[in-house]
């Protein structure tokens, strides 16, 4: 076998790359594997060690091929948590439409930061198969999360979102990525959402979680996000306190 050569027969069927050296091969299917959605942006891609068995290769040539598409802007790295792919996910930034956490605490000068705490996958039932407009046989992504302004608490969200809208979105880890940014990818940029508020009390957990007591008051909000064809994309509901959790409405 030729030096810097897979055994891999694959690697090497594309006449047009069959002189390259094999990070830049690996490179190139890895490329194509993000731009087809193999590679589902927002999504960690497999470690190096995973992929130097795959290719029969060594890490080093993993990290050379990916360190290029990093560069390219459609990978970046997070020490302690893998590599994901970052293609296509501040292409919406510009939108006019209503914003995510990250994105409306960034305009306002803080620091915006998500922790996950739960995720999973659970049946859509026909009171969410109305709302979405899916198949009641289906799938609701759920994940529950903390978000932080300026490394305060201030909201625990739960979000709902159909799996038969966003294949793959279980693949996402919301604690880099936003979703809204994710859903305009899919074709479903979001353009207008509803909230419903009320005055709640901080429950034992929510309580431990934002740093309050249990019985403080709280703001409860329940949103639904919408495409600009009318579809709902998510259902949110949220517990919220301090300086950070406040309305101001202009007519």
Known sequence: MAKGYSSAPWLNENAAGINLPLYLRIRRIIREKINSGEFTPGAAIPSES?????YNTTKL???NAIDGLIDEGLLFRVQGKGTFVTHGLSANSSSHGPRGFRASQGDMRHRPSVRVLETSIRPVG??????FDVSAEG??????????VDDEPFAIETALVPCELFPGIETVDISLFSLYEFY????HE????IED???CELKPREAQLLRGSVGDPALGIRCVSYDAAGRALEYVTSVAIGEHARYSVSQ
Not at 184 to 187: D, E, F, T
């Open 50 to 54: 995973d992929l130097s068995q795959q």
């Open 61 to 63: 040539t993993i990290r």
């Open 126 to 131: 026909a009171h969410y198969a109305r709302l």
């Open 139 to 148: 799938d609701l992504y759920q994940v529950r999360r903390l978000n932080c």
């Open 184 to 187: 305009a990818l899919r074709g």
């Open 190 to 193: 979001v353009v207008r959402a």
């Open 197 to 199: 508020l009320q005055v």
